[in-house]
């Protein structure tokens, strides 16, 4: 079965990629999107590149970008008696004390499938405290804002959500990449919008465009990242305009600004990063998970020999970790990466087999 719904149209666009970079020096695009990562290398689209245009993936997995400290807060909550609720993925991340090992020791630790299922869990158990564990973007952001807004006095949430903009600069100022362009994450700017990225394009003079999921919205992508750098503008376009607005999800925005506020906070593999966090407000201070447990997010250290980092800033792929596909595979993570189905080291494991 084909696996593009219109043959035609992505080799179209593929010609035209191959044209544009002719004239030139080598191209570095990031992504910042697990989804995004999926589909590159699900169907194969850095083989169809020019030799001189590269795609990268950076932090855009919510799970592998959750900091040991913040794994270690969770696990101090569920010590103190309360019930902790979270995602799959997220369990089974590699830390000091992760989730899963907690949970084999007795602790009452609880895959959810979305935090209704913890707010049910609440109304369910008013006996007890029930505390979800809310990781991600900007995407599901908002859904954790509403659960603040209107559940049981025995409800909290441990706060791990992050904003990718930040990230986005962060990349560019470190200086340790040379990066041409960014793919902008469909799902997040479905959210946001696209004003966000605007400071970055002013403030680096690098081009950005949104994108969304198709394969063909990829190529589009990247071919109008590299009509940008030829005609020496940074601008951020929009190819993703079936799901995203100019302005984004404005009662999606109100509600994360009505409950949520921008801190500084460190991501895995990354130092602190200002404002690309959010913690819940003060009016919301009966909900924090951190003050009524009184936790605080300790700095714990990275595993040595773990690459996840390195793929994280973008500075590797997976395939550079000496441990990848040997002693760290799906069944046996050493590292985030390997864990999330958002990861990039998990998906080029799953799918890039003719490369091991």
């Known amino acids: 079965m084909d696996l593009y719904k219109d043959r035609s149209a992505s080799d179209k666009i593929v010609r035209k990629i191959s044209y544009l970079s002719k004239d030139l020096d080598e191209v570095k695009l990031c992504h910042v999107c697990g989804t995004h990562e999926h589909v590159i290398t699900h169907y194969g689209i850095r083989t169809l590149l020019p030799e001189n245009v590269q795609v990268v993936s950076g932090p855009g997995c919510p799970v592998c970008v959750t900091t040991q400290g913040e794994i270690e807060a969770a696990v101090k909550i569920?010590?103190?008696?309360?019930?902790?609720?979270?995602?799959?993925?997220?369990?089974?991340?590699?830390?000091?004390?992760?989730?899963?090992?907690?949970?084999?020791?007795?602790?009452?630790?609880?895959?959810?499938?979305?935090?209704?299922?913890?707010?049910?869990?609440?109304?369910?158990?008013?006996?007890?405290?029930?505390?979800?564990?809310?990781?991600?973007?900007?995407?599901?952001?908002?859904?954790?804002?509403?659960?603040?807004?209107?559940?049981?006095?025995?409800?909290?949430?441990?706060?791990?959500?992050?904003?990718?903009?930040?990230?986005?600069?962060?990349?560019?100022?470190?200086?340790?990449?040379?990066?041409?362009?960014?793919?902008?994450?469909?799902?997040?700017?479905?959210?946001?919008?696209?004003?966000?990225?605007?400071?970055?394009?002013?403030?680096?003079?690098?081009?950005?465009?949104?994108?969304?999921?198709?394969?063909?919205?990829?190529?589009?992508?990247?071919?109008?990242?590299?009509?940008?750098?030829?005609?020496?503008?940074?601008?951020?376009?929009?190819?993703?305009?079936?799901?995203?607005?100019?302005?984004?999800?404005?009662?999606?925005?109100?509600?994360?600004?009505?409950?949520?506020?921008p801190c500084d906070i460190r991501w895995r593999g990354f130092p602190i990063i200002p404002r690309s966090g959010l913690s819940l407000k003060n009016k919301f201070s009966n909900k924090d998970a951190y003050k009524e447990f009184n936790i605080e997010i300790e700095d714990i250290p990275e595993e040595k020999g773990c690459s996840c980092p390195e793929v994280l800033r973008a500075e590797k792929n997976p395939r550079e970790c000496l441990l990848f596909g040997d002693t760290c595979i799906p069944q046996n993570p050493k590292g985030p990466c390997m864990v999330s189905r958002e990861g990039a080291c998990y998906i080029s494991y799953k799918y890039e087999k003719s490369l091991r």
């Open 78 to 261: 569920a010590e103190k008696g309360a019930i902790l609720t979270t995602y799959g993925d997220m369990i089974r991340v590699p830390s000091k004390r992760s989730l899963s090992d907690a949970k084999a020791l007795g602790l009452d630790i609880r895959i959810v499938y979305s935090i209704n299922d913890s707010i049910n869990l609440a109304i369910s158990n008013p006996d007890k405290k029930i505390v979800h564990f809310a990781i991600g973007f900007e995407t599901t952001c908002p859904t954790t804002a509403i659960s603040v807004l209107d559940s049981p006095d025995n409800f909290f949430v441990l706060s791990a959500h992050r904003l990718i903009p930040p990230a986005m600069d962060l990349l560019l100022s470190s200086g340790k990449i040379n990066l041409s362009g960014f793919i902008d994450p469909g799902h997040v700017s479905t959210i946001i919008g696209t004003k966000p990225y605007e400071p970055i394009s002013e403030k680096f003079h690098v081009p950005q465009v949104i994108c969304g999921f198709e394969p063909n919205d990829v190529l589009m992508g990247i071919y109008l990242l590299l009509k940008q750098i030829k005609e020496k503008r940074a601008e951020v376009e929009n190819e993703y305009t079936r799901g995203v607005r100019t302005e984004g999800n404005t009662k999606a925005q109100s509600l994360m600004n009505e409950v949520f506020e």
